[in-house]
């Protein structure tokens, strides 16, 4: 007999529902669709034209190294294309001891790998934050930091992004009214759509000052900043200080998976009671292979890091010099339109100049501050970013459309 749904006054049909929903993101200026970057040819496309992708994370452009290829080849000959089960039934591998191994190598922490950097700092908030603490959250943390702070269902308090009067009015706030609470301050070391990097020595002494604990979500900073390309609480001297970091491999590092370094108690803890641990399908051998030579890469060759800012610095001085108001610190460089449709037609007029440089707009930045953002890669050539460069001019010439002033 067919299974017929039966009606009842005032629940609508759930395909209405789901078109209402559709409507309503369309509505806002929000809709996204997917396009296809096709790199078979060795370079990226976007239906048959090339263009210059500066809408990657491939940072330090050693998503194509030989010795990541080759990694990864040798590892899924040896161990097959899935792990086959989570890590504490039988998928745990060589290639997983192997990458945290090469992991604690690297930064000296004893490290797990998890299956993303998402489930990393969810894993992260959830097991260190339970209900009894306070969560400190910077407010452009990483959607992936606040999932997390959602998840853990411990009190969540926003801060003024990089601002650390805000942190330390509700650091002192907290102490006077809660004396003994646990409190975790929350932020990303280089923060993926501003672009700039956040006052970790400062925080830092705060956190000493509260009795608090920093945790670092350093995404975008690893391979960047820091000695090895650990990251910016290196780069700042405080790595030895800051008991929860967080990092992926999706990045600078050139293919999958997250991490997370911490002392080897709180791995013990993780690995005993992090649900994105524990009921997650361990990570592909041959990802981790590919990983770990990713590191291997980062501590022979420190100068990656020197040179990707070098890029990024003759980069954001091009736009200056053409006036063009551009965030950002380092390799990520925002340059702000406002209105979703404004950012969405300068993305669209660049694409026809070859760039692609996609438009970011709410929920992912704040309302009112849609942008284009910039991702400076090692792979780009000179004669790119002068092309990118001169795109960005001619676009504001043609259109009239201009970049705010950043802030
Ligand atoms: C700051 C930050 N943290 C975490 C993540 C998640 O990392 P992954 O892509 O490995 O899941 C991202 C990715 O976009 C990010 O920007």
């Known amino acids: 007999m067919p299974n017929k749904l039966k009606s009842h006054e005032g629940v609508i049909p759930e395909q209405d529902w789901v078109r209402a929903r559709l409507q309503g993101i369309r509505d806002e200026g929000l809709w996204r669709e997917l396009r296809e970057v096709d790199e078979r040819s060795g370079f990226p496309e976007i239906a048959g034209r090339p263009v210059i992708n500066f809408s990657g994370n491939d940072y330090l452009g050693l998503r194509r190294r030989p010795e990541l290829l080759s990694a990864a080849a040798k590892s899924l000959n040896e161990s097959g294309s899935g792990a086959g089960a989570s890590r504490l039934l039988s998928g745990s591998k060589r290639a997983h001891a192997d990458c945290e191994a090469a992991l604690q190598d690297w930064s000296g922490k004893p490290a797990l790998v998890l299956g993303s950097g998402y489930l990393a700092n969810q894993a992260l908030l959830s097991t260190f934050a339970p209900r009894d603490t306070l969560l400190l959250v910077d407010r452009l943390a990483h959607a992936s930091l606040l999932d997390g702070a959602l998840l853990s269902r411990a009190e969540m308090i926003r801060f003024k992004h990089n601002d650390l009067n805000s942190l330390e009015e509700l650091l002192r706030k907290a102490r006077r009214s809660k004396p003994g609470k646990r409190i975790l301050v929350v932020t990303e070391s280089l923060f993926s759509m501003d672009g700039d990097i956040a006052p970790l020595r400062e925080m830092q002494s705060l956190c000493l000052e509260y009795a608090a604990h920093l945790v670092v979500d350093e995404a975008h900073a690893v391979g960047v900043f820091g000695r090895n390309g650990i990251g910016l609480c290196s780069e700042f001297g405080i790595e030895d200080e800051i008991k929860y970091r967080s990092a992926t491999f999706s990045k600078a590092l050139g293919s999958y998976g997250g991490f997370i370094l911490v002392d080897a108690d709180a791995r013990a803890l993780l690995v005993n009671s992090a649900r994105q641990f524990i009921y997650d399908t361990a990570l592909p051998p041959h990802v981790c292979a590919c990983a770990a030579a990713g590191l291997s890469i980062l501590s022979f060759s420190p100068e990656l890091g020197p040179q990707l800012r070098e890029k990024s610095a003759y980069f954001r001085e091009r736009l200056h010099a053409s006036g063009v108001s551009v965030g950002g610190d380092a390799h990520i460089l925002p340059i702000v339109l406002g209105e979703s449709e404004a950012a969405l037609k300068f993305a669209a007029a660049l694409l026809e100049r070859g760039v692609l440089a996609v438009a970011i707009r709410p929920p992912t930045v704040p309302v009112g501050k849609a942008r284009i953002r910039f991702s ?24 009239g459309l201009s970049p705010l002033e950043f802030s």
């Open 376 to 399: 400076v890669s090692l792979a780009h050539s000179g004669e790119q970013l002068d092309q990118a460069a001169a795109a960005v001019v001619d676009v504001i010439e043609q259109t």
